[in-house]
């Protein structure tokens, strides 16, 4: 359930500017305020049913623009990317401080060029 709450907050954050108003103040007050189907039921005036309806309607809304936009998924492969250049970042320093040969360190440094270098291709 708390990854399900994860990626449906992601999906909002990406995507909530295009859900109606509505929608998204209902999926907002679930998934980001924790508040229940009765508390919303409340706010808005409807039943819970009505909350529960329009949080699943909505819920299908967002995975349907993910499956078309993928604007999570790039981001998820940007921050991988980026974790992947600092790991070689940290592994050049290391090397550095072992006071190892120049080579290695060219070597490293040329890893990380590649990797700024695909990063910067697939952006």
Do not use: G, P
Not at 4 to 28: A, G, N, P, V
């Amino acid at each position: 359930m708390i990854e399900k709450k994860i990626e449906i907050s992601m999906l909002i954050d990406f995507y909530s500017q295009l859900l109606t108003e509505k929608q998204r103040e209902i999926i907002m007050f679930y998934y980001n305020d924790d508040l229940s189907l009765s508390e919303i039921a409340e706010e808005f005036n409807i039943s819970r049913q009505a909350v529960y309806d329009t949080i699943k309607r909505t819920e299908k809304i967002l995975y349907d623009y993910e499956n078309k936009l993928k604007l999570v998924q790039l981001f998820q492969n940007k921050n991988k990317a980026i974790q992947n250049i600092l790991d070689e970042v940290i592994m050049l320093e290391k090397i550095i401080d072992d006071e190892t040969n120049k080579q290695e360190a060219k070597h490293e440094i040329n890893r990380i060029k590649q990797l700024f270098h695909d990063f910067l291709n697939n952006s």
